[in-house]
């Protein structure tokens, strides 16, 4: 099902119903042998190193494994039995939450999912890791940090892990200083190389294996229409269709836009948000686009964020960089810049380029045992849901006006952006990189998004005209309660 513009702009919501209830909570965990009991509940992609994590990690012990898909639970729950672990396992996550016995989860399932399940467990008793992005949409999130609200007993740890990183701590103190002078903007960068997905003609049928109303979950119930020869019909590439993900800016993203937020010392969503993109040099039947500029406009200084998925030309399989950086952040102030890394690492410049200061302990590896140290402690001083759902808000709305957006000549393009110059050059520089991947710009159009106003706290969003605003509050990027079996919570407005 594609979340096509005809289909946000006539949207409608699905009626407000509250999920169970499963267990009071609790507060702190009832320690076996004075270890904390842990549950990893998604286990494809990050969950399976979350796995190995905790069968190692001292303090806790791994004592349940969940997946909708049998043939991964059963790989999973075998290594774990190597290494001298016997674990409990689950298909049904609701079955999981009944085991009174587990103390915390660590949730790596797709995004759409993420919410209700933060959700539940806490309702459960359970404290919490949840995989970025918090939330599908805007109003989940809200709903979290609610449930976070009620039982504040309970830990909510979140998985962005520059959270963690000592090198990105010292240096925004360094730039709050002042040494720098005054932040102007901020940039976050995702230039990954993505390849065509496929096009098949009708939807893909679901292996046996997969529980496929279990991992829709909240979700439109829809077969898959992939199958991709590494990960099948139903794992990963869901990142690429607004059903289930948000594309490159929500799953690589949200790492580089939460830094760059924190940088800018911002506690809130910015005044408006205008994204342009496209899906460029691919036919295939994914719905995100692989190039994509959000402006996020801050008072202060503006936040932009840019996907790249092409390479760096056509026939190459390099990417760009942009001041030496692929993944990662830039923040321009008045008297240099700094870069950071997708390991954490940065580096301040001048504006000759030439090397001021480095931060490298590269303590992004602490992240997990920092969760520990939480549930230890009681207390969250890295990664805390509400910053992760900030940003994760972020690339939501990004995406809300890429969708609400049409397609425009990139001549309109240019000329409706004049007014901002580091728009303009961004923009130019998109132009020349599809350029060099063989696309006509002069002939290919552009997705343009429209300027949608945000309230701070992500209570609304509207939109430049009557349809747009009608649309954006209807949108599914910003409110969604699920399906039965799966309706997320209404704890807040």
Not at 374 to 395: D, F, I, K, N, P
Not at 437 to 449: C, E, K, T
């Amino acid at each position: 099902m594609k979340f096509t513009r005809r289909r946000f702009l006539k949207a409608s919501l699905i009626g407000a119903s509250a999920a169970p209830r499963i267990l009071a909570a609790t507060g702190s965990p009832a320690l076996v042998n004075g270890e904390i009991q842990v549950a990893v509940v998604g286990l494809h992609q990050q969950g399976k190193g979350h796995m190995r994590t905790y069968l190692k990690m001292p303090g806790t012990r791994l004592v349940a494994l969940c997946d909708v898909d049998s043939t991964i639970l059963a790989e999973r729950a075998e290594e774990c039995a190597k290494a001298g672990f016997k674990v409990a396992t689950y298909r049904d996550y609701r079955k999981l939450l009944e085991d009174k016995s587990i103390d915390a989860v660590v949730i790596a399932t797709p995004n759409h999912q993420h919410a209700l399940q933060t959700i539940w467990a806490l309702q459960a008793g359970k404290d919490v890791y949840c995989e970025k992005p918090l939330s599908h949409n805007v109003w989940e999130g809200r709903q979290v940090l609610a449930a976070e609200r009620a039982h504040s007993k309970n830990v909510v740890f979140s998985g962005t892990q520059n959270r963690s990183s000592e090198d990105i701590q010292e240096a925004i103190a360094h730039v709050r200083s002042g040494a720098l002078g005054k932040v102007l903007w901020a940039r976050g960068l995702c230039y990954k190389l993505r390849e065509s997905i496929g096009h098949f003609s009708a939807a893909h049928p679901v292996p046996a294996t997969i529980d496929y109303d279990l991992w829709t979950g909240p979700a439109d119930l829809v077969p898959p229409h992939r199958n991709s020869p590494r990960y099948g019909p139903v794992h990963y590439d869901w990142h690429w269709f607004w059903n289930y993900g948000g594309g490159d800016i929500t799953n690589q993203g949200i790492h580089q836009v939460d830094v760059a937020r924190w940088f800018l010392g911002e506690s809130a969503l910015p005044p408006s948000v205008m994204s342009f993109g496209g899906r460029y040099g691919l036919q295939d039947d994914a719905e995100t686009p692989n190039t994509l500029v959000s402006v996020f406009n801050y008072e202060r200084a503006p936040l932009i964020f840019e996907v790249r998925g092409l390479p760096q030309k056509s026939g190459l399989r390099a990417v760009d960089a942009y001041r030496g950086t692929r993944i990662g952040v830039v923040v321009h102030c008045e008297h240099g810049y700094l870069t950071v890394s997708e390991s954490g690492t940065v580096v301040a410049y001048d504006h000759d380029h030439r090397k001021q200061n480095q931060w490298s302990k590269n303590t992004l590896g602490r992240h997990r045992a920092n969760f520990v140290r939480a549930l230890q402690s009681r207390t969250v001083s890295e990664a805390r849901a509400e910053e992760c759902h900030l940003s994760s808000a972020l690339c939501h709305v990004a995406n809300m006006s890429y969708c609400l957006g049409r397609e425009v000549a990139n001549s309109r393009l240019t000329e409706a952006i004049r007014g901002s110059a580091l728009t303009q050059e961004t923009h130019g520089r998109v132009l020349d990189h599809l350029k060099a991947n063989a696309v006509d710009v002069d002939h290919v159009p552009s997705v343009m998004g429209p300027l949608l106003k945000v309230d701070p706290q992500g209570l609304r969003v509207s939109g430049e005209d009557r349809e747009i605003d009608a649309a954006a509050s209807r949108s599914p990027l910003f409110k969604r309660q699920g399906r039965d079996g799966f309706r997320i919570p209404a704890l807040t407005a």
